[in-house]
C-alpha cells in the first residue's frame, strides 16, 4: 500500500502544472489510419508466431515497478477479441504478486494456460478460447528514474497502436492504477489504433529497446571496468545500461549497487541528488545544501584515478550513497541503494569498492544518451 500512495503522489506531482482533472476511466483512442503488418505478440523478439493485423487493435499493457527492475504485461490483438477478454485481464492484475525482488506470482483466470518463456519472455499465457495471449517480460531499470522509466514505455506502447507521443504531465489522465495482491501497483494503459511497425519493438530501460543482456565478463570486469568485490556482494550479469551490478542480502535487508554511464552533461550533481532524495523518501534540497554535504572521494587506484563527488542521501527506511565521477568523456555514476541499516553497515566497503573502479577508455554508453 505505501508503494501504491508512494506512485499515485508522484504522477499527481507531474499534474499540477496541467490542473487537477480526475477520470475514473482512463481514455480509450481509435485511430482512422489503416495499415497490416506482421504481428509479434510481444515485443523486442518475444513472439514465436506471427499474424496479420488489420483494423483496430486493443492494447492493454501494465508495468509494475520494483526496486530494480520493471515487470511488463501485455494484451494485445484485435479490438473485438481484447474485448471479450479484457475483464479477465484486469481480473488476472489483481491476482499478481512478488515472493522475492525478481520473481513474480499469479492465479490464471479459467481457460489460460502458461506457457515456458525464453530470452526475450518471462512467461506468455494463452487463451484457450482464442487466439491471444498475455506476453510477461522484464527489464532492468538502471538509472531511469520511474517517471522516466514509464513514460518511455507507455510512450512505445502508444506508437505500435499510431498513437502520439504524451508528455509527462498527462501520465495520470492517460493511465489508471491497479492494486496487486501483495499492495503494490500497476500502472495500466488502454489503447486502441492501428498496429504500426512499432509493434516490434522492445521495452526500455532508460534508452533504446534492447536485446538479450551481455553475459557478465570473467574475473569481475568488463571491457571498461576492473574492480575488486567486497565480501558479501553477489556479481550479476551486465546489462547494456548498467556496466556493473551487484546484490546485498543481510538478515532479512537488502541493497543493490549499480555502476552506470551517461553522457557528461548528466552529471549536474543538483538535479541526480534531488531525484535520489525522493526515492528514498526525502524532499528536494538546495544547491548550497548539497555544497554543505558533498565531499570528494578517489574513484580508481593511483594509476587510473578520477576525483568524483560523494554524498548519502539516508531516510527513514531506505537509503541511498552516490559518487559522480567524469571520465573516459562520459558521466559514471556509482550507487548503493537499499534498507537503511545495511546501506548504512556497508558504508566501507561501498568506499573501498569506488576506490578500486578503476575506468579504462570507453566508446560510450548503448543507450543511445
Not at 189 to 208: C, E, I, K, N
Not at 299 to 304: L, R, S, W
Amino acid at each position: 500500500m505505501a508503494r501504491f500512495l508512494f506512485l499515485s503522489t508522484l504522477v499527481g506531482l507531474l499534474t499540477a502544472s496541467a490542473g487537477c482533472r480526475q477520470q475514473d476511466e482512463i481514455r480509450r483512442y481509435t485511430v482512422p489510419k489503416q495499415s497490416e503488418i506482421d504481428r509479434l505478440a510481444g515485443g523486442g523478439g518475444e513472439a514465436a508466431e506471427t499474424s496479420e493485423l488489420s483494423g483496430a487493435q486493443r492494447m492493454l499493457a501494465a508495468i509494475v515497478l520494483r526496486p530494480t527492475q520493471g515487470w511488463f504485461f501485455k494484451f494485445f490483438g484485435p479490438q473485438a477479441a481484447i474485448d471479450t477478454h479484457a475483464d479477465d485481464f484486469d481480473g488476472f492484475l489483481k491476482t499478481v504478486h512478488f515472493k522475492d525482488d525478481a520473481t513474480p506470482e499469479w492465479s490464471l483466470p479459467e481457460g489460460w494456460t502458461q506457457k515456458p518463456g525464453d530470452q526475450f519472455r518471462y512467461a506468455t499465457l494463452a487463451i484457450n478460447a482464442a487466439p491471444l495471449e498475455v506476453t510477461v517480460s522484464t527489464l532492468g531499470r538502471g538509472d531511469a528514474d520511474e517517471t522516466e522509466y514509464v513514460l518511455r514505455n507507455i510512450n512505445r506502447w502508444r506508437g505500435q497502436v499510431g498513437l502520439e507521443n504524451i508528455a509527462p504531465s498527462e501520465l495520470q489522465r492517460e493511465t489508471k492504477q491497479v492494486e496487486l495482491l501483495d499492495g503494490e501497483t500497476a500502472i495500466v494503459v488502454d489503447l486502441v489504433g492501428q498496429a504500426s511497425s512499432g509493434a516490434m519493438a522492445g521495452p526500455f530501460a532508460g534508452g533504446r529497446g534492447t536485446a538479450a543482456p551481455p553475459p557478465a565478463s570473467p574475473g569481475g570486469a568488463s571491457p571498461q571496468l576492473k574492480y575488486e568485490v567486497p565480501d558479501g556482494w553477489q556479481e550479476v550479469p551486465a546489462t547494456r545500461f548498467r556496466k556493473a551490478s551487484f546484490r546485498i542480502s543481510d538478515g532479512g535487508q537488502s541493497g543493490d549497487v549499480s555502476v552506470t554511464d551517461l553522457d557528461a552533461s548528466a552529471g549536474d550533481l543538483l538535479p541526480n541528488v534531488n531525484r535520489w532524495r525522493e526515492q528514498v523518501g526525502l524532499g528536494p534540497t538546495t544547491q548550497l545544501d548539497v555544497d554543505r554535504h558533498v565531499s570528494s572521494v578517489d574513484v580508481g587506484p593511483e594509476a587510473a584515478r578520477h576525483e568524483g563527488q560523494y554524498i548519502e542521501m539516508i531516510g527513514d527506511e531506505k537509503a541511498t550513497l552516490a559518487v559522480i565521477v567524469k571520465a573516459a568523456g562520459r558521466a559514471w555514476f556509482i550507487k548503493l541503494t537499499g534498507d537503511k541499516l545495511l546501506v548504512e553497515r556497508q558504508r566501507d566497503h561501498f568506499k573501498s569498492f569506488v576506490q578500486s573502479l578503476a575506468i579504462g577508455e570507453t566508446t560510450g554508453a548503448n543507450d543511445g544518451n
